[in-house]
């Protein structure tokens, strides 16, 4: 039996907007989610899908072992990593270049051309692994597949706009062009940006040795989810949303997240007809538009 519940809003959007970049703890939350459910806001519309025992778990240890290369430490993650703020130079000037605290975090598979690089390209992980990028396709599909079992709506428009993409910057037959990989990093309170917006995000979560918390929140519906091994989540990552504080933590404790998404600037990699647009592709494997 899947639960249905419908989330009372506790928080306006301008007082949950005052949350941004604060980590959340157990006040946020009044309702913790561990059990197959459905949630919905006072609109009827879907806020998240959380289903145990939803990845075999070889499915999702492929994903690890394939993907765990991408992490390293970044700066890039911003409001997340609990700090949006201008990078400070080595002799004191302010860059205009935004950065966020150091945490470990991985991209895997393609980007679109960016403030930085101006030009769509693999991530460096896909890259220089490719044979694990390769090997943890059959993760990505898997989750592909889930999304469009249960989120038909949200899969359909996304999966439209993933067909109309070049090939060449789609992972697999799905409807993701990126995985963002998380290891032992507490995300504090943000929205998601960057992804196609009539989408829907999600969150799988792989964990070693044992620990409390880690709980997935959403402040303004006061409501939270506590993912283990094998569960998988689908939530309106647009709303306000970062996890609680990992506690009772064993010396060996491991937590990796993953969040696969479409990079919504990715059509642009595409000419109206889907061609190729005319560029060079170096030995990298970068294409140069």
């Known amino acids: 039996m899947i639960k249905k519940i419908t989330a009372n809003r506790i928080l306006s ?25 459905d949630a919905y806001d ?26 765990k290369h991408s992490i390293e430490v970044t700066e890039s993650r911003g409001a997340a990593s609990g700090s949006s703020h201008k990078r400070i130079r080595k002799d004191g000037s302010v860059s205009n270049i935004t950065v966020g605290n150091k945490v470990q975090s991985g991209s895997v598979g393609y980007m679109d051309s960016g403030a930085m690089v101006k030009y769509c390209r693999k991530t460096a992980f896909a890259r220089n692994y490719f044979d694990k990028f390769e090997q943890g396709i059959p993760f990505v599909q898997f989750i592909d597949q889930k999304y469009k079992e249960l989120c038909p709506e949200h899969y359909a428009k996304q999966k439209a706009i993933a067909d109309g993409t070049n090939r060449n910057y789609i992972i697999g037959d799905t409807s993701f062009t990126t995985v963002t990989v998380n290891k032992n990093f507490r995300t504090a309170c943000h929205q998601d940006a960057g992804d196609f917006r009539e989408g829907f995000g999600n ?23 506590d993912l283990h091994n094998t569960d998988l989540l689908f939530a309106d990552v647009h709303k306000w949303h970062g996890n609680t504080e990992i506690t009772n933590a064993s010396e060996d404790w ?11 600037n990715m059509i642009k990699c595409s000419s109206p007809s889907g061609e190729l647009q005319k560029a060079k592709m170096d030995k990298t494997g970068y294409l140069t538009l």
Request: glycine share 8%; aromatic share 16%; proline share 2%.
């Open 13 to 37: 959007k301008s007082q949950a907007a005052k949350l941004k970049t604060k980590f959340l703890n157990k006040s946020h939350y009044n309702q913790l989610i561990t059990e197959d459910c």
């Open 42 to 67: 006072n609109y009827g519309n879907l806020l998240f899908r959380f289903r145990k025992n939803a990845i075999p778990l070889q499915v999702l240890k492929n994903g690890v072992d394939s993907f």
């Open 203 to 225: 969150l799988i979560v792989y964990r070693e040795g044992d620990y409390d918390g880690g709980f997935f929140v959403m402040p303004e519906f006061g409501i939270a989810v």
């Open 254 to 264: 491991l937590r990796i997240s993953f969040v696969m998404y479409y990079r919504e």
